[in-house]
């Protein structure tokens, strides 16, 4: 949602004379490039445990970071009060990374950002936005999925269910005068419920979140998160161990897409480049995958979870090709990195609040379609694992090595799914296993889930992947 | 920078504002923090920061509903008007009989300075952006570094090196409309090192290092840099492993992964949404005679220790596990009233695992078990809460007649918790304390591992 400019002003009780007063303090010890991050975060929660919707709160967030960039040396400091001398010592304290000496500023490229926001452009607009509703009128949602999940199925022993809302109101001004504003709304529903069936137990959760209103709280998405979070349990009371080793492995299209994201998307951010941590410091421009593929970090995507009008750095939220053609083109920067390297930023200056700084953080990573069928894809594998869902990913930036755990997935056995498998881990290294892939389907999906990406800080991400086909990756089980 | 007597007035009148506008009950907490750190990257400060937080949280007990509220607006009209939102909010949610203060009788007494845990340093007030900076690059070695080739070594070079010094003060005041006032203060001194280092084939390996301490004399700086550098060279030139079952020994430094999910098994919640391995354990023998587990929260000086939960519950030094025999479960007033049992805390605060099998240090178990593996660092993988089933990949080392071998990789480590520490061999005593969980080294027989 995009208001006008001053109900931004108004919220933070300040005036561009103010703004510029600010920015020429962050920047009278010397420093190169100055800006603020105002934040207003309201949010609220309702949490339906054993039948009833018995607990719920809100809590409000405000305040403003204060940025000093030296080069590329970074100062920081925070204020949460808006009171002018409060402010202004926060900014002095910013101000402190930098010498005395006085230096050019490569961050000043005023383009492609100048210009106000336009809300006709607005990726996120609310239909009943979530501070206008009354929280009464959100309880019989949870109560619907409750009874919901119960009808599906009756194995069912507990459901806890919570709807989680946020609205954040955001003012952005910098030394190159840039002033720039947002609002952008999350509503996010998960359920997770707990199965008994012949005295084993089972558990399952599910999400969905996207950035919009209240509206989103319909009966259709109730039946859909129910229908989800049942689907597949007599598939995980059935699930056995296999044994391990190195095979061929069928990434299922959609959630699987946060193996993208952990193992190869977060080497492509440009501050582990930049820093030389990153598997991928040394391969810009060259190729790292078949051709054909092409991997994405999109802001642009409609109510998507990881869309952004504006990036933290007021820089106009875009769709960035990290890989075209299986070419490495692209690292995800914010401006420090953009500087460093001497290209544009691409709108990936990201932060939790207005208590970090912003680094360069993905949005909604994904892999392009291929030309593939999925069903071709499994035909194809004699002896494998197909995966539907990951969790618990972790990847060594520095060496590549990840490990991710099978949340949900199939033997392959002569072309065709078999017994279902769980508890086991998939365990290779991001550049061989982009190397390694052999056939992309179709069938692109974007995971609606509430994923958060937790480099230094959290901030709200999608994923997505076609079926793909990886030709061998090291399989953990018996 | 503890709060002051107005911001602990303020909390008092927030709590009547809320008694006199509908509240049956009330408990506040008022925090305040400020941390000071500075960043390094490759030998040159990178990176300075401010941060000052305040934030009231507010549970409202209203008409048999309950709610949780947080503002950091922290001006009195308004906190007022958030108050009566809240108040109304709460109304709009279904009762819960379950929903009540802790008695008072429960709560902690002894906690009204906040320093009685003597974890508060008074030389923090005394930090200045200099001795920070100073203290930040004391443990740099990147502008000194060459690479080994120049000392005859077998080549490896350093690519980055990325540091963080940090000083905080927390402060904490606790209190509710059945007169609880509990306060808590502690400092932390903090540093971090993360290196990358690159072999000749420009395979890159990482280690970090890391130390922390509420107070500042106590804090080793000097060797950071260097024990992360020795930790990521150690990892060149990894090697495959056959599957098998091994004897592991688990490095104290992440030996917390494998006793973590067993106390969240314990927690309240967990049992009481039938998502717990633990169910059902409280007074029976599920584990060996060789396991006992304290939670000792009032070590005066050390990381970790409170003398009150988050509801202002005193904690008490007790067994968690005592030879074997489950002896808590940790229950909130809420939670345990659900459940019909007594309440106890809502959490361990500083777990301790006791020594067995003789052995003082992680040397010590090599020496002992001879063929091992020896695992220094997760990677990933996952627990499940409900069957207690676990498959995490594991970094670290094959040890042969009590010596490191190589590095391994691609290997799982997998099991369930309960086989696991029913094979538990031996807990050295070389837990470092900059841990809130004091968990030693620890070696395991018969543990499956794929790779």
């Known amino acids: 949602m995009i208001y006008s400019k ?462 793909v086909l990886v030709k061998s990756l090291t399989v953990g089980g018996e | 920078m503890r709060l002051d007597s107005k911001e602990i007035e303020l909390a008092k009148y927030c709590m009547q504002f809320a008694l006199q506008n509908g509240a049956d009950q009330v408990r506040i907490t008022l925090t305040k923090s400020l941390l000071n750190l500075v960043g390094v990257l490759n030998g040159e400060v990178d990176k300075v920061s401010h941060a000052l937080d305040r934030s009231i949280q507010l549970n409202l007990f209203v008409d048999g509903r309950y709610g949780t509220f947080s503002s950091n607006k922290l001006d009195k009209e308004g906190l007022e008007a958030f108050i009566t939102d809240a108040i109304t909010i709460v109304r709009m949610i279904e009762p819960d009989s379950y929903r009540s203060l802790p008695s008072p009788s429960r709560v902690a007494q002894n906690a009204t300075s906040g320093l009685e845990l003597d974890l508060y340093d008074p030389e923090y007030e005394s930090m200045t952006a200099e001795k920070s900076r100073a203290l930040a690059l004391g443990s740099s070695t990147f502008l000194s570094f060459r690479p080994s080739e120049a000392r005859g070594e077998i080549f490896w070079n350093l690519i980055s090196e990325e540091g963080e010094y940090s000083d905080s003060i927390f402060d904490s005041v606790t209190i509710d409309s059945n007169g609880l006032f509990a306060r808590h203060t502690e400092t932390s001194f903090e540093i971090g090192y993360e290196v990358t280092v690159e072999d000749r084939k420009g395979n890159r390996y990482s280690g970090y290092w890391w130390d922390a301490t509420p107070r500042l004399k106590d804090l080793k700086i000097d060797d950071c840099s260097a024990t992360a550098i020795q930790r990521a060279r150690a990892q060149i030139g990894p090697k495959g492993i056959r599957s098998g079952k091994y004897t592991v020994v688990i490095d104290s430094e992440c030996a917390s992964k494998l006793l973590t999910p067993v106390l969240n098994a314990l927690g309240g919640f967990s049992l009481q949404q039938k998502n717990s391995f633990m169910d059902g354990t409280i007074g029976k023998k599920v584990f060996p005679e060789n396991l006992t587990i304290m939670d000792l929260p009032h070590s005066k000086g050390e990381t970790g220790s409170r003398l009150f939960d988050s509801e202002g519950v005193a904690t008490k030094e007790t067994a968690i596990i005592e030879k074997g025999v489950v002896k808590e479960y940790f229950l909130n007033t809420y939670i345990a009233a659900k459940m019909g049992m007594e309440p106890t805390v809502e959490d361990a605060t500083r777990v301790k695992v006791m020594p067995a099998g003789g052995c003082k240090t992680k040397e010590d178990i090599l020496a002992k078990v001879q063929d091992c593996i020896l695992v220094t660092g997760f990677n990933g993988g996952n627990s499940n809460s409900a069957t207690g089933n676990f498959s995490y990949g594991i970094e670290g080392f094959m040890v042969r007649e009590g010596k490191i071998a190589f590095p391994v990789k691609e290997a799982l480590m997998t099991g369930d918790f309960l086989t696991l520490w029913n094979n538990l061999i031996f807990a050295a005593e070389d837990a470092r304390l900059c841990m809130s969980k004091l968990i030693p080294s620890i070696a395991f027989a018969g543990v499956d591992i794929s790779a």
């Open chain 1, 6 to 467: 001053n109900y931004y002003l108004d919220i933070f009780k300040v005036d561009l004379p103010v703004l510029d007063n600010l920015v020429s303090t962050g920047l009278s010890g010397g420093g190169s490039y100055c800006d603020l991050f105002f934040e207003n975060t309201t949010y609220g929660s309702l949490l339906l445990r054993d039948g009833a919707v018995t607990s719920g709160g809100s809590h409000i967030d405000f305040g403003v970071g204060i940025r000093v960039l030296s080069g590329e040396k970074t100062g920081y400091a925070y204020s949460e009060s808006t009171a002018l001398q409060d402010m202004l010592a926060c900014a002095r304290s910013a101000a402190q990374i930098a010498d005395s000496s006085s230096e050019v500023s490569p961050y000043g490229t005023p383009n492609p950002s100048r210009g106000e926001p336009n809300p006709k452009a607005d990726r996120y607009p609310m239909e009943k936005p979530w501070r206008e509703c009354s929280m009464k009128a959100f309880l019989p949602f949870l109560t619907t999925l409750e009874k919901k999940v119960r009808e599906k199925d009756g194995r069912v022993v507990k459901v806890m269910a919570t709807l989680a809302f946020q609205v954040t109101d955001v003012l952005m001004y910098n030394s190159s005068r840039e002033l720039k504003w947002d609002t952008r709304p999350m509503g996010s529903v998960s359920v997770t419920a707990v199965f008994t069936q012949e005295g084993k137990m089972e558990n399952k959760s599910t999400s969905r979140s996207f950035r919009t209103g209240a509206e989103m709280l319909t009966e259709a998405l109730a039946e859909e998160i129910s229908a989800d979070v049942v689907s597949d349990i007599d598939a995980r009371f059935q699930a056995i161990r296999p044994k391990g080793g190195k095979m061929p492995v069928v990434m299922g299209a959609g959630a699987s897409g946060i193996l993208l994201h952990e193992a190869m998307g977060h080497a492509f951010e440009a501050d582990f480049n930049r820093k030389g941590t990153s598997i991928f410091s040394d391969k810009m421009g060259r190729q790292i995958c078949p051709r054909g593929i092409n991997i994405i970090d999109d802001g642009t995507i409609g109510q998507n979870r990881g869309s952004l009008n504006y990036d933290d750095e007021g820089i106009p939220g875009q769709k960035t090709y990290m890989v075209e053609d299986g070419v490495l083109t692209s690292y995800l920067h914010d401006r420090l990195s953009a500087a460093h390297y001497g290209v544009k930023p691409t709108g990936n200056g990201r932060r939790e609040s207005f208590r970090y700084a912003p680094i360069p953080r993905m949005r909604a990573t994904y892999m392009e379609s291929g030309t593939a069928k999925a069903s071709d894809l499994i035909a194809g594998v004699k002896k494998g694992i197909y995966v539907d869902e990951f969790s618990n990913g972790q990847v060594k930036i520095g060496e590549g090595d990840f490990t991710f755990f099978v949340k949900s997935g199939y033997l392959i056995e002569g072309g065709r799914l078999t017994a279902p498998v769980k508890d086991i881990n998939i365990i290779g290294n991001g550049p061989q296993a982009l190397a390694d892939i052999i056939g992309v389907a179709d069938d692109l999906t974007i995971d609606p889930g509430a994923w958060t990406c937790g480099k230094e800080q959290s901030v709200p991400v999608s994923c997505g992947i076609p079926t």
